[in-house]
C-alpha cells in the first residue's frame, strides 16, 4: 500500500473518539464553580488538529491496539497540552491576545482565572489518565502516568519552558542549548504521547522505546515549523499572533541556522521519523501520516 499522503482521513476517524473522551472529562459550566469549569472548557474545547491526543491513538494502533483503548489517555495528553498553552499565552509569558483564532483565556475569563483554569486542567489530566479503562492494566496505566509527570513536570516541558524564558534576549545562545530546549519544551509531550498510546495497546519495551523516538523526532520538527511559521505566516492564517520571537529576543532555528537550514532540518527530522514508523509495517500508517502533516503544515 503507498503511502498516506493526507492525514485528514486519520484525523476524521479519531476525533470522535478524543472529543467524546475529552466532554466526559471535562466538568459542566454550572453550579458554584462554573466560571472555572467554562474557562476550562473554554480552552479545550476551542478546536485545533490535537496533534499530540492523534498520535497517542495512532500510536495504540501501530502496535495493534484499539484505539478506543487509548481515548482516556489521549484526553488526558490534551488536558496537559491546553493547560501549558493558557499558562504560555500570560502576560507574564508570551503576552499573546490570540489562540486559534480567538482571545486567549486569560483575555476572557482574567489572568487569575485563566491560572486557575490551567492548573485545573493539568490536576484533572491525571485523574482522568488514573482511572483510564478499556482493560488496561493497573501496572501499565501506572506506567502511563509516570510518563506524563516526567513529560510535563521539570525534566520536561516544564524545565524547556524555564530555559527558554532564561534564553531571551540573550545573543549567544548555541544550538546545543536550543536543541534542549525543544527537545523538552515540545519533544517531551509527543515523545511521552506515542509511549503511552503504546503501552495503550500492549506494546512491549522495543516498540515503546522506538515510539518515544518518533515522538521525539517529530516533537522537535513540529517546533522547528512553530519557529518558520512565526517568520513567514500571517496571524489569520495561524491564529495567533506571528512575527513575535525575534522582537523579543527568542531563541529559535531560524535564528540561529536560517531558514533554509530550518527548512533542511525538519525535511530529515521527519524522515527519520517515518522511517522509524515503517518499523510498524502497515499498522504504522497513520503515525507515517501525521508526521507528513506535521513536517508540510503551513499553519
Known sequence: MPEPLDAEPWFSRYAPLISRALDGALPEASGPLGRLHEAMRYSVLAGGKRIRSMLCLAA???VGGNPENAA??????????TYSLIHDDLPCMDDDDLRRGQPTNH??????????AGDGLLSLAFEVMAEA???????SRLQMVRILAACAGPRGMVGGQALDVDSEGIDDVDLPTLQYIHTRKTGALFSGACRIGGIAGGADDRQTTLLGKF?????????????????????EKLGKAAGKDRPRGKVTYPRILGLEESKRRVMELGRVASEIASEFDTPGEPLKAIARFIVERTS
Open 60 to 62: 495504540c494502533e501501530a
Open 133 to 139: 479503562s478499556a482493560g488496561i492494566p493497573d501496572s
Open 107 to 116: 483575555k476572557v475569563y482574567g489572568d487569575a482565572v485563566a491560572v486557575l
Open 215 to 235: 515522538g521525539e523526532k517529530l516533537g522537535l520538527a513540529f517546533q522547528i515549523v512553530d519557529d518558520l511559521l512565526d517568520e513567514t505566516g500571517h496571524a
Open 72 to 81: 482516556q489517555p489521549a484526553a488526558a495528553i490534551e488536558l496537559v497540552h
